[in-house]
């Protein structure tokens, strides 16, 4: 499986943005996916997991209703609607997929991990 994440930018403070997760590997369907985020000097967070052939998603507290996982399968892309920014989500984005996590908001539970898209909400 190959992750590649994008559409990443700079916008202000409560602006939008969605970001995207192509993903390569006939076997994606199977795989739970989820997105983390790392801040500048600060550990890897969840944010969102939910697995590729549908079902609900697990948001954390910090954006919950404010962000929406989606995805197409045509194009085999995950996607994270940002709505609501706020500077504190400022954050390299990582795009991830795990065979079975044990614990969907542990990253170590997942198997592949796209390069990261950064996103920078200012205030």
């Known amino acids: 499986v190959q992750l590649q994440a994008s559409g990443g930018g700079l916008v202000q403070a409560g602006g939008s943005l969605r970001l995207s997760c192509a993903a390569s590997g006939r076997t994606i369907s199977t795989y739970y996916m989820g997105w983390f985020r790392q801040a500048p000097g600060k550990e890897r967070e969840f944010v969102v997991a939910?697995?590729?052939?549908?079902?609900?998603?697990y948001y954390a507290d910090s954006v919950k209703g404010r962000f929406t996982i989606s995805r197409d399968d045509a194009k085999n892309t995950l996607y994270l609607q940002m709505n609501s920014l706020k500077p504190e989500d400022t954050a390299v984005y990582y795009c991830a997929a795990g065979r079975a996590p044990k614990l969907v908001v542990r990253d170590v539970e997942y198997d592949y991990w796209g390069q990261g898209t950064k996103v920078t909400v200012s205030s």
């Open positions: 939910s697995p590729w052939s549908g079902g609900r998603p």
